[in-house]
């Protein structure tokens, strides 16, 4: 199978590396998550189906179609994607979701994918960023594709290792980034924080893990 790479707006370009990573990085000098299935709503209504890749540090979902094509999505024209793991089933959704890019006391704001690992009054959130060492633009590509009008060039970013960043949405839309997880945590949890902590402890959790620190947020939605 080739792997196509589009980096901004909606672009199509083949080169001919397998995609072997199911929901996990790809190799090579730009970072990737491949799923074999999924889908990908967008904005004007309209859903797409299949194998779905993303590119996190430029924020492109590509999508292969039926026809061996490839349509690439901005957040802009993103709902919302849902992508699956084979054979496990394993399922990931990520919303498009106005972020200042965690810039204090800024008003601008743009749409940023996000997953999302549950749901509730208080919502956890991540973002896997690769550490850049570098950018620049490769030749000029262009494509044209139908939900994007005009043409836009490839850039390329290179990428030596990836950071994991949380973060919470609270009920208002704000977002709040969990620079240190656990002080973080508790304060947002406020007067029920000690319920929270005897939680942890009684239940061995910590705050390294997603699927504990899911448990940890669900408990304090729960309260």
Same mark, same amino acid.
């Given at each position: 199978?080739?792997?196509?790479?589009?980096?901004?707006?909606?672009?199509?370009?083949?080169?001919?590396?397998?995609?072997?990573?199911?929901?996990?990085?790809?190799?090579?000098?730009?970072?990737?998550?491949?799923?074999?299935?999924?889908?990908?709503?967008?904005?004007?209504?309209?859903?797409?189906?299949?194998?779905?890749?993303?590119?996190?540090?430029?924020?492109?979902?590509?999508?292969?179609?039926?026809?061996?094509?490839?349509?690439?999505?901005?957040?802009?024209?993103?709902?919302?994607?849902?992508?699956?793991?084979?054979?496990?089933?394993?399922?990931?959704?990520?919303?498009? /979701?106005?972020? $200042?890019?965690? %810039?204090? &006391?800024?008003?601008?704001?743009?749409?940023?994918? *996000?997953?999302? !690992?549950?749901?509730?009054?208080?919502?956890?959130?991540?973002?896997?960023?690769?550490?850049?060492?570098?950018?620049?633009?490769?030749?000029?590509?262009?494509?044209?594709?139908?939900?994007?009008?005009?043409?836009?060039?490839?850039?390329?970013?290179?990428?030596?290792?990836?950071?994991?960043?949380?973060?919470?949405?609270?009920?208002?839309?704000?977002?709040?980034?969990?620079?240190?997880?656990?002080?973080?945590?508790?304060?947002?949890?406020?007067?029920?924080?000690?319920?929270?902590?005897?939680?942890?402890?009684? /239940?061995?959790? $910590?705050?390294? %893990?997603? &699927?504990?620190?899911?448990?940890?947020?669900?408990? *304090?939605?729960? !309260?």
């Amino acid at each position: 199978m080739r792997k196509y790479i589009a980096m901004i707006g909606v672009l199509v370009v083949a080169v001919g590396t397998s995609l072997n990573a199911m929901g996990q990085y790809d190799g090579g000098d730009l970072e990737t998550r491949y799923w074999p299935e999924g889908k990908v709503i967008l904005t004007n209504g309209d859903t797409i189906y299949g194998p779905l890749t993303l590119y996190p540090a430029q924020d492109v979902i590509n999508v292969q179609n039926p026809d061996g094509t490839v349509s690439a999505f901005s957040p802009v024209n993103v709902q919302y994607f849902v992508a699956q793991e084979q054979p496990s089933g394993k399922t990931y959704l990520f919303r498009t /979701k106005m972020w $200042d890019l965690g %810039r204090a &006391y800024s008003d601008f704001k743009k749409p940023t994918f *996000f997953e999302q !690992l549950n749901q509730g009054a208080l919502t956890l959130m991540r973002r896997e960023l690769p550490v850049t060492r570098s950018t620049g633009s490769a030749n000029s590509v262009y494509d044209r594709s139908r939900y994007n009008s005009g043409f836009y060039p490839v850039k390329y970013v290179a990428a030596e290792q990836g950071q994991e960043l949380y973060y919470v949405l609270l009920p208002n839309g704000e977002i709040v980034t969990l620079r240190n997880v656990r002080k973080d945590l508790h304060r947002l949890f406020g007067k029920k924080s000690g319920e929270v902590k005897e939680y942890v402890k009684e /239940k061995n959790l $910590d705050y390294e %893990r997603p &699927y504990k620190l899911v448990a940890i947020i669900n408990y *304090f939605n729960s !309260l």
